[in-house]
DNA sequence: CCAATAGTGTCTATCAGACAGTATCGA
DNA sequence: TCGATACTGTCTGATAGACACTATTGG
């Protein structure tokens, strides 16, 4: 805002989109892409996003983009926590014309592939790790890398590693969010004490489960009403 | 970005501005802010910002703006801390048109009034609190709280205080910088073991200085080339 | 039995909080 | 001398890293 007055007529013409990074747990640390059906980019793969309607918030546009266009199931898209990222705003990140883009990162539960048939049948989980070897189109490489590191810094001062885990999940399975995510291993013992030691981070529900590959039944806990980490659960390697 | 090919012509007419959360510590932590010349909230305060043109990108709409429109002695601008603090664009925060607003925090060393006769004449220092209490133009309020959220918690992490320390510093100015913007006493001796056991956040210039008020002469420090506290500085209070 | 996971206990190094004590300045 | 600041040292409680040990499952 300046003190000068302005023409509604004479502001340089932006358009405004947003693009979701949506991360979530699988095998590796896994991105939400889509292919691109038009020029330019045509046939490559992008991050899910689109224009900002006059009538909606960035928020709103955000929320609304990713229940559209990113086939997530309706069920749990509650359970997703999203959070505004940055914003990107170089002048020739779209070849077109000039846009501004803002990012937001979504982190989702573990989630079988979107359905066919929807509007989101172009979108599909894909390794971050393969997504910035392959390259995205415009400059989603870098909002990609951005919104990584914002998940990996943000498990470790708050308990958004619940999200990533879904609404029931073991310790072991809690301890794999972090593994996969920061990309090296936690010494269990330790991480089992910091967890139960963090007031409101997990609460047992009391039940049992028995893993695939054998072992002892583990315990089950959801997600409790904290929402900091203080100290912070540190990443030293 | 869909995979909808768009119109040029078809995109939502947005505005796009920034706006500055300077911060610096006086007295008090303290926040420039310009009186707003023509309607809406003519005469009232607001933080420094302004259009961002069409050919440059928004970091440099914000640099541009910090020089022009701040008052900051050029030769202390390149000591300024600019970074992107968050998008701001719900749809009725300019009463005028839709204005998605990309906002910024600087930090400055303390800092004189800004020069009258200057492009910044209506721009001046004065404290958060006041601010808050007064109330600024559009959603400035909530910007300017998020700023200071973000400098409060990125001091605890980061050795940005030696940013708003100046170029020379002695720690029990350093000491000030961290009690101001936290609003609460640090204890002096920890204080000084932690900063000077974290490698890279302080240098020893070899100078000393004796202080206003009497007291033993203090060695004088400049920042060091670390960034980053691992662990970091925690604001326990 | 073996492999794998769950869960517990313990030793130790590190570090932050608290606080005492000495030193050096201006007024 | 007094007040104020600079600087050092030390004790202690909390905590994270490392690692050992037991328990319970499936195969």
Redesign the interface.
Known sequence: ??????D?DA???????V?IVVLTVAEELSVLV??????PFAGEL??P???????????DAAQRELAE?TGIDAATLPDVHLE?L??F???ARDP???V???AYVALSPTQPAPAAGTDAA?AHWIPVSEALEHGL??D?DEILTVGVDRARSKLEYTTLATVLAGTDFTLGELQRIYEVTWGFEVERANFRRKVLATPGFVEPTGERRTGRGGGAPAAVYRAGPGTVL???L?RTA
Chains 1, 2 share one sequence.
Request: glycine residues 8%; hydrophobic residues 40%.
């Open positions: 805002m300046t003190t000068t007055p302005y509604p502001f340089p013409p932006f358009a405004v989109t693009d889509v292919e691109r059906g038009a020029d992008a991050l996003g689109g224009f900002v309607l006059p009538e909606e918030s960035i928020q266009e505004q940055a914003t705003g170089s002048v077109r014309m000039r501004v883009s803002v172009a189109a415009f989603h203080t100290p912070p540190m």
